[in-house]
């Protein structure tokens, strides 16, 4: 599982948890989300790309 | 014989026809044309894919005849259908003695048919439940309120329907000047229809903030467990979404040519027609709830 760069494919999607206000994205507009949140907005969004976290470097004492 | 096997049909109908509407969840979800005639396989329409804006000024001035975009589009007409056997000795029995007609293959026949009809209406036609031919209201929708609320959670269908409504007043749908249905997957509705909070209850507030619409349960199989829509109603909807019906239900019956007197009757229902969201801005579909 992990996160992907979509972009909006109708008029508006509204965002958010339920205790936080909902951010609206407009048409042609980007955000990221999980894989899962993606396959669930399905053809509302274009996904653009896989993100990619950069490796954490190993701990040190 | 041929008379004989209509006059048989027509009885069918008539007997099932009412039924059926009563099932059919789609259609009290959007306008439905009067029928145009089976022979109709295709229809042009318009579809408004965005709106120009309007201008103000101390006067009129040429050159701003912009057009509003409205796409031309052709779509084929979809049969929904389902074939059933009758027995031939119930069949003769009606004719004969005019004994009283068993409809409860055809009904059953119709009952899938009907629920097909219902998941073109609601949510599309796919072949392989992925890609969408022909868009329903669900998968057609210009907005989608995905931001999480639990129906379970007393306020969170309300906190839904506003934040619906929103999205759609600010694309220019007078949300909360009409009425609206709401359509939620039957573990939704069922959530909402216990919803309370120390002795009040959420489903009439829900009911106000409809401006008159319904609450409509659709089966989990049409549309999908977490999700549901709102919409204006048949009544002010029309030149937002309709479903252009060609034929009503309807059904037909022959026998097998090899053994005309002792076959048993084939009977097939019928009913034909496509959804047209013209405006999809005004579909708000809940994905999350």
């Known amino acids: 599982m992990g996160n992907v760069k979509v972009q909006v494919n109708i008029s508006?999607?509204?965002?958010?948890?339920?205790h936080d206000k909902s951010v609206v994205y407009k048409r042609g507009q980007e955000f990221i989300c999980s894989d899962e949140e993606a396959a669930r907005l399905g053809k509302d969004v274009t996904v653009l790309e896989k993100i990619i976290e950069p490796e954490k470097p190993a701990k040190t004492r | 014989m041929t008379n004989a096997y209509t006059q048989y049909s027509k009885s069918v109908d008539s007997e099932l026809v009412q039924p059926l509407q009563n099932v059919t969840v789609g259609r009290r979800l959007v306008y439905v044309t009067a029928?145009?005639?089976?022979?109709?396989?295709?229809?042009?329409?318009?579809?408004?894919?965005?709106?120009?804006?309007?201008?103000?000024?101390?006067?009129?001035?040429?050159?701003?005849?912009?057009?509003?975009?409205v796409a031309l589009t052709n779509s084929k007409v979809p049969v929904y259908w389902k074939d059933y056997k009758v027995d031939r000795r119930l069949y003769n029995g009606w004719m004969i003695n005019n004994t009283d007609m068993d409809v409860s293959a055809a009904q059953s026949a119709g009952y899938v048919a009907t629920?097909?009809?219902?998941?073109a209406i609601i949510n599309g036609v796919t072949r392989n439940g992925t890609t969408y031919d022909i868009n329903g209201l669900y998968q057609g929708a210009g907005n989608n309120y995905s931001t999480s609320a639990d129906f379970g959670t007393y306020g969170n269908a309300m906190a839904a329907i506003a934040g619906a409504k929103q999205l759609m007043v600010d694309d220019g749908i007078p949300a909360y000047n009409i009425?609206?249905?709401?359509?939620?997957?039957?573990?939704?509705?069922?959530?909402?229809?216990?919803?309370?909070?120390?002795?009040?209850?959420?489903?009439?507030?829900?009911?106000?903030?409809?401006?008159?619409?319904?609450?409509?349960?659709?089966?989990?199989?049409?549309?999908?467990?977490?999700?549901?829509?709102?919409?204006?109603?048949?009544s002010v909807g029309r030149p937002y979404v309709d479903f252009f019906l060609t034929s009503n239900f309807r059904t037909e019956h022959g026998v097998d040519s090899k053994h005309p007197d002792t076959s048993d009757l084939y009977g097939r229902v019928y009913s034909a027609g496509i959804l047209r969201i013209k405006h999809a801005n005004a579909i708000c579909k809940l994905s999350n709830i």
């Open chain 2, 179 to 234: 009425p609206l249905n709401l359509a939620l997957s039957s573990e939704q509705y069922g959530e909402l229809e216990k919803s309370t909070d120390n002795g009040f209850d959420e489903w009439p507030k829900v009911l106000r903030m409809l401006n008159g619409g319904s609450v409509y349960p659709v089966p989990s199989t049409v549309l999908g467990v977490g999700t549901g829509m709102l919409l204006p109603t048949p």
């Open chain 2, 35 to 69: 029928p145009k005639g089976f022979g109709v396989t295709s229809v042009d329409w318009g579809k408004i894919s965005d709106m120009s804006g309007g201008y103000v000024s101390y006067g009129f001035a040429d050159g701003n005849e912009d057009m509003i975009d």
């Open chain 1, 12 to 18: 508006n999607i509204a965002r958010g948890s339920s």
């Open chain 2, 115 to 119: 629920a097909t009809e219902d998941a």
